[in-house]
C-alpha cells in the first residue's frame, strides 16, 4: 500500500512562510501519481488547497492560497512540497497530503496522510 507522510508544520508568525514536505513510499507507481494538499481548520470542512501532476506540470491552487503557495515535485519522485508566504491567521489547520493515480489533478484522491499541524500565530 502507498504510505504518505507529512513534515514541516509548527507554530509560525503571521506574515512568515513555511514550507512543508510529504514523503511517499510502498505500493507502485507512487513516484507518477498526481499528488495535492489539503487543509481542514477548526470547525470546517477539509478544503483543497493545491495539487500537482507532474514536475513542471498542469497545477491547481485554491483562491485563498492563489498568489501565495507554490507546489512542487520532481517528476518520479516520492516528495512533493508546499510553499507558503505571507501567513495569515486563517492559514492555520491540520494540512493533509494527498495522491491519486492518473495524470490530470481533478477527481477524487485516494491516498492520505495522517495530516501535520499549522498554526499561525496574529
Known amino acids: 500500500q502507498v504510505q504518505l507522510e507529512e513534515s514541516g508544520g509548527g507554530l509560525v508568525q503571521a506574515g512568515g512562510s513555511l514550507r512543508l514536505s510529504c514523503a511517499a513510499s510502498?505500493?507502485?507507481?507512487?513516484?507518477?501519481?498526481?499528488r495535492a494538499w489539503f487543509r481542514q481548520a477548526p470547525g470546517k470542512e477539509r478544503e483543497f488547497v493545491a495539487a500537482i501532476a507532474w514536475r513542471g506540470g498542469p497545477t491547481s491552487y485554491a483562491d485563498s492560497v492563489k498568489g501565495r503557495c507554490t507546489i512542487s515535485r520532481e517528476n518520479g519522485k516520492a516528495t512533493v512540497w508546499l510553499q507558503l508566504d505571507r501567513l495569515k491567521p486563517e492559514d492555520t489547520a491540520v494540512y493533509y497530503c494527498?495522491?491519486?493515480?492518473?495524470?490530470?489533478?481533478?477527481?477524487?484522491?485516494?491516498?492520505w496522510g495522517q495530516g501535520i499541524q499549522v498554526t499561525v500565530s496574529s
Open positions: 510502498g505500493g507502485t507507481g507512487y513516484k507518477n501519481y498526481v
Open positions: 494527498a495522491a491519486k493515480e492518473g495524470t490530470v489533478v481533478q477527481g477524487p484522491y485516494d491516498f
